[in-house]
């Protein structure tokens, strides 16, 4: 199984603020990434696919990039709304790991 | 619009079997072409269970393959789990979730909003 590992497991940041959350994998994935955005008690949704795509739909304040094991998940400017727990996802192979998750919360 | 939604029992004895549904509206089942299950126990982080495609190709997390069986009815735009042998531990969220079928990145693009099953006795 390919290991998807997100650091930090959780930071504290101000709105306004610039965040970065970054996933590491155990073994090259190309661009098979994709970034999830999951508030409590709601179902995850997608905030980037292909390491480096927005989802429709998608504040253009979220970007990714990355490719082979490094991969980042920036947030230009916090909005409160983004207060949340990220999730990386691989779609190289199976199983389709995620990482453990990256919770933002409010400084 | 696309939805999803998951039904099924919210409490399963130990050794029984989870059943779970998903009935797929706003889009053929067809239409994409893999069909996926995510479990979150409380508090926890995302796992991935397995993925079906419209024609009954299979992929599985190997911690769980042994336990579990997808299945696709097109006549009724569903698709369903089932996971024998529970235990406490299978205790979660469960999502069904549509994979965008035209991306090579395979991601989910629509989640069901999820169902809690117990494990108790």
């Known amino acids: 199984d390919i290991q998807m590992t997100q650091s930090p497991s959780s930071l504290s940041a ?3 603020d610039r965040v970065t959350i970054t996933c590491r994998a155990s073994q090259s994935i190309s661009s098979y990434l994709n970034w999830y955005q999951q508030k409590p008690g709601k179902a995850p949704k997608l905030l980037i696919y292909g390491a480096s795509s927005l989802q429709s739909g998608v504040p253009s304040g979220f970007s990714g990039s990355g490719s082979g094991t490094d991969f980042t998940l920036t947030i230009s ?11 990386c996802q691989q779609s190289y192979s199976t199983p389709r790991t995620f990482g453990q998750g990256t919770k933002v919360e409010i400084k | 619009q696309v939805q999803l939604q998951e ?5 399963v004895k130990p050794s029984g079997t989870l059943s779970l549904t ?13 069909w996926s299950w995510v479990r979150q126990p409380p508090g926890k982080g995302l796992e991935w269970i397995g993925e079906i495609s419209h024609s009954g190709d299979t992929n599985f997390n190997p911690s769980l393959k042994s336990r579990v069986t ?12 089932n996971l024998r042998s529970v235990t406490a531990a299978d205790t979660a969220m469960y999502y069904c979730a549509k994979i965008r ?3 090579a990145a395979r991601p989910v693009d629509y989640w069901g909003q999820g169902t809690l099953v117990t494990v108790s006795s």
């Open chain 1, 77 to 87: 400017s916090l909005q409160p709304e983004d207060f949340a727990t990220y999730y």
């Open chain 2, 22 to 34: 998903c009935v797929v509206s706003g889009v053929s089942i067809y239409s994409s072409n893999w």
């Open chain 1, 14 to 16: 101000s709105v306004g």
């Open chain 2, 70 to 81: 997808l299945s696709v009815d097109t006549s009724k735009n569903q698709f369903s789990l």
């Open chain 2, 101 to 103: 079928g035209d991306i």
């Open chain 2, 7 to 11: 039904s099924g029992p919210g409490l």
